[in-house]
């Protein structure tokens, strides 16, 4: 199969890329390479010869026709989206317009492309989404592919509304479709603005490791490359129409996820330790949600997949990757952003109101 993925310098993008070309798919990656990507991240399969890289933006129609011309993919896995919930309160434009006008235009394209090849039944659109368009649980429940749409933020809105526009396509003109919505991922190559790699490389430099109020949110954990194989497993054997919820089935508190890392790094940087020293409670984010959980049931039971990698087994193998790879995540860290609080106006004015 030959795969178009969008956003693959990203960091489920690049995980994506990596895990397919290991599955044996030729792959097309597509990127416009804003801050958050790191072309690195594909170095080791930058001369490979079923990869292929090209730079340009989902909202750019006219490039998007002419990528699917030239590579004539049987697929579409589309990644490329804004992410950051804090980059969100404090920009939310570049959010409606990547997340919701990108996934338009990419709609489009491959609608025209599909009825251009005769409407394949083999052609697949499979969009990547988040749990966090369903908004927050409390201390009970769980996520799954019938909960009702409540976005709490500006990027969970854009994300709930390219939702909408995948289903409708498939709805009104047939495309065939699939959609995914998975919990937070974490992992190797993740850009530093995310809880992890902060902590991670905070606690390395010996800065504060901030957590949001008193760190009781509670994510369910879902390892990067568990999560590319998932998708994957999902492009391949799904039936078009078909929507799954992927989670890790690892609820855990922030709080809890910060002290595990710092006790790791006290194993492997005993000199800095306790590292658990470094962390400092700051005020929340705006609309910040309690608590996410998935019910992967129905991708148990449909195509007999879940995750294989543990939280402990993932947390330590993620610090090793970056304990690894300095040489990755160092050339990151002057961009705008790393290892800065965003959203702070925000919360100063919503305070001052």
Not at 150 to 173: F, I, M, N
């Amino acid at each position: 199969m030959k795969i178009l993925v969008t956003g693959g310098a990203g960091f489920i993008g690049s995980a994506v890329v990596l895990q397919a070309l290991r599955d044996g798919h030729r792959v097309v990656n597509l990127d416009s390479l804003t801050y958050a990507a790191a072309p690195a991240s594909l170095n080791a399969v930058a001369d490979h010869p079923d990869y292929a890289f090209v730079r340009a933006d989902i909202r750019d129609r006219t490039a998007l026709d002419a990528v699917l011309a030239d590579h004539a993919p049987d697929a579409v896995m589309h990644l490329a989206a804004e992410s950051h919930v804090d980059r969100s309160i404090d920009g939310p434009a570049a959010f409606v317009e990547t997340n919701v006008l990108g996934t338009f235009h990419l709609l489009e394209a491959a609608r025209s492309y599909w009825i251009g090849q005769g409407r394949p039944e083999t052609f697949r659109f499979h969009h990547i989404s988040t749990d966090e368009v369903f908004g927050s649980l409390g201390e009970t429940g769980m996520f799954d592919e019938d909960t009702r749409y409540d976005p709490r933020s500006p990027y969970s809105a854009s994300k709930a509304g390219s939702d909408h526009l995948v289903r409708a396509w498939g709805e009104t003109y047939g495309l065939p479709i699939l959609l995914t919505n998975c919990s937070n991922n974490y992992g190797p190559r993740q850009f530093p603005e995310k809880l992890i790699p902060v902590t991670i490389l905070n606690a390395l430099a010996g800065k504060p490791l901030p957590i949001y109020g008193a760190g009781l949110n509670v994510r369910d954990w879902l390892y990067v490359e568990d999560h590319a194989d998932a998708l994957l497993t999902v492009l391949t054997r799904a039936a078009p129409g078909s929507t799954y919820a992927i989670g890790g089935e690892n609820e855990t508190r922030n709080i809890d996820i910060v002290q595990a890392i710092c006790a790791i790094l006290d194993d492997r940087r005993p000199d800095h330790a306790p590292h658990a020293a470094l962390i400092t409670h700051v005020t929340d984010r705006p609309g910040h949600d309690a608590r996410y959980a998935i019910d992967p049931s129905r991708i148990r039971a449909d195509l007999g997949w879940r995750p294989p990698v543990t939280l402990d087994e993932g947390l330590a193998r993620t610090v090793d990757w970056y304990l690894d790879n300095a040489d990755w995540w160092q050339p990151l860290q002057g961009r705008d952003g790393v290892g800065k609080r965003l959203g702070i106006d925000t919360v100063r004015d919503k305070a001052a109101s």
